[in-house]
């Protein structure tokens, strides 16, 4: 078909040499930058090239990949950083610092009012899974939970929102498929108001950030929220999927433009993707990843360790 | 965040005075931006290093066409290149052998396999087929009654699974069931799952044995990142796919995962997503992907355009104009009638070298109705007026306001942007950068 892809290749033909090399990635990135230092006495510009390659690969994105090398370069420069061995560990003390956000989350009591968290992203990253996992997270601390299904455009979201309250023991609040999410958004906290509720979740639709009328409808909820009850949302997260590339930056940026974001969930992080594009959008934007999610199942969701994460991109 | 590549291009070769030859030399900077570009686009960084290589030997040695510019000849290179490799125009469904015919559809979490088992329905019932919908994914909550509820929507016979059933029975026992109603395509949705887990993947070769089905497509989200490499191989090693759907393309992501995954599988994209609504599934063109992965939009085709249209030695005398800054409103209206033969303004900007880099230009809104504007009120003035705007008195903006049915608010502002751009240009005249489209401010 095309010489590049062709299998008539002397060397076995490039798609050989590419799936084999696919299948060495998968060896550890430490690994490699190991390798890479191996006998090397000076930092060189080669040797820089190839670490920026290596970040590629976990998703870190072309922007923070030449941000952390120009801090490496500085520090080479500036000579506190001679020896190649070391360079592992002041860069991901750098990354480190790109994720450590201090900024705590909202912590009760709010004066007998419920904590409102409200959550949202694109379609299909999981929110309403990390929904139902965080639910039963606050189940578990003793508290009353309620999810609200604002989710009134997906096919049979209502009734996915209800498995989870469920499964987590939390009531859920609906309306039929099809009406206004700010109008269930209102009742629900209504209800929450009036019935004493903890904390409330409420569930979005799914809904790519490029399509301006339907970021203004979340305006909307958010407003709704506000005039309700006095400073919620309290929480506003942002789910972004591990698997995501680049656009997961655009995402964050138009979301957090849109609504303030205060957190963000990082899902899917159970596969091979490494999700390293919250590196820079965490640092960029200031937003603390909140949680991630690794997996299907109810208790699949961990508080986010910045640590294990770096460590995991390194492994 | 991201200049595009046109825009770096054009800084790259102003270097390179003249015309020429490309040679490795004077395009080696320029491939290092194509190498970014593609980053940046989530193409697989493997696969980025062969088809930089790829392009380098293609474009080496290739004479710079009159009418462009180094630069864009490089990106008609590359875009043609990547074009290439995204496969053949156009690749439908193979719906051949016995009906009724399986089709199944696989892919991760969340890829958006259930929403295009419907948009493929719609698709089918358009050819004059008998779709049924299956839902096989016994897991997810709510994941049945979403497709039912979407085959009622549209209509679609499917199958009552029932979540107690084993995937592999609900694909047979739908068989049979489909053949009795009368259906000739059988759309199978499986549960999504992680490449890697084996258990699962297992499952989807089960169901294959069992039912043979016609197509196996792997649906793949557009903003897949590195990672789409090891899923598609994943995918396709285990089950031997037929071809991909890529979902969510109707956002702004770059989509470079179309590349990697052609790239891993050799397996032909058939369809894209562009939307949630139910008759949003669109044929692949590999030359429309190409241009999204570099992030220039119709900046491609326009340089074909431009060739035909621009007169070329105009041209060369503008640059100049624009160096020296002696560029006027009579310029600007020769430019006006040759944006109209070429098409909007926005279009235009992209082909003129240099004039990219303006970063204000990109926040603009080039409204084709203020271009409208713009023209009557500059087809207004007198020659005079136009090769010297400072004369333009209140009186004689009053008198090209009223010519012009336009306000002398409207003349005002455009002779002060005028005026602004000049200076700008004085400014940066040296390096060659143009500023008329601040006129639109
Ligand atoms: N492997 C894995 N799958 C996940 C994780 N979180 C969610 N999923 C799966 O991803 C798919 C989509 O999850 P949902 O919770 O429906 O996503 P959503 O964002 O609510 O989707 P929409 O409402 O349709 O936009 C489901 O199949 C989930 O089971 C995770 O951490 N790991
Ligand atoms: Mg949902």
Known sequence: ?315 | MFESLSEKFSSIFKKITGRGILSDANIQEALKEVRLALLEADVNYKVVKNVVEEIRQRAVGKEVLQSLTPGQQLIKIVNEELTRLMGDVKQGLQLLGRTPHALMLVGLQGSGKTTTAAKLAVHLQKQGRHPYLVPADIYRPAAIEQLIKLAKQINVPFYPTNPSQKPEDICMDSLSKAGKEGSDVLIIDTAGRLHIDEAMMDELVRIRKKINPAEILLVADAMTGQDAVNVAKHFNETLDISGVILSKMEGDARGGAALSIKAVTEKPIKFIGVGEKIDSLEPFYPDRMASQILGMGDVLSLIEKAQAELDESEALKLQKKLRKNEFDLEDFKGQLQQIKKIGSFEQILGMLPGIGQLKKLKQMNHDDKELVKVEAIINSMTTQERRSYKIINGSRRRRIALGSGTTVQDVNRLLKNFAQTKKMMERFSKKGYSGMGALFG
């Open chain 1, 1 to 315: 078909m095309i010489k590049f892809f062709s299998k008539e290749d002397k060397n076995g033909g490039v798609l050989e040499r590419l799936r084999h090399g696919l299948s060495k990635t998968r060896s550890s990135i430490s690994g490699r930058l190991d390798r890479l230092f191996l006998g090397k006495k000076e930092i060189t510009g080669d040797l820089l090239e190839e670490v920026e390659e290596i970040l590629f690969t976990s998703d870190i994105g072309v922007v923070t990949t030449q941000e952390l090398i120009n801090l490496l370069q500085d520090k080479v420069a500036r000579k506190e950083l001679k020896d190649p061995e070391k360079l592992k560990a002041v860069l991901r003390e750098y990354m480190l610092s790109f994720l450590r956000i201090d900024s705590p989350a909202q912590s009760f009591p709010l004066n007998g009012q419920p904590l409102v968290i409200m959550v949202v992203g694109v379609n299909g990253v999981g929110k309403t899974t990390s929904i139902g996992k965080i639910a039963s997270r606050y189940k578990s601390e003793g508290k009353s939970v309620m999810l609200v299904a604002a989710d009134t455009f997906r096919a049979a979201a209502v009734e996915q929102l209800i498995i989870w309250g469920d499964r987590a023991g939390a009531e859920v609040i609906k309306q039929s498929t099809g009406s206004d999410p700010s109008a269930v958004v209102f009742d629900g906290l209504t209800a929450a108001v009036s019935r004493v509720f903890d904390v409330v979740i409420i569930d979005t639709a799914g809904r790519l950030h490029t399509k301006t009328n339907l970021m203004q409808e979340l305006q909307k909820i958010n407003r709704v929220i506000g005039q309700k009850i006095q400073g919620a949302p309290h929480e506003i997260w942002l789910v972004l999927d591990a698997t995501t590339g680049q656009n997961s930056i655009s995402q964050a940026e138009v979301f957090n433009n849109i609504l303030g974001l205060t957190g963000i969930i990082l899902t899917k992080l159970d596969g091979t993707a490494k999700g390293g594009i919250v590196v820079g959008i965490s640092h960029q934007l200031g937003i603390p990843i909140r949680y991630i999610g690794i997996g299907e199942k109810i208790d699949d969701l961990r508080p986010f360790d910045p640590d294990d994460f770096v460590k995991a991109i390194f492994e």
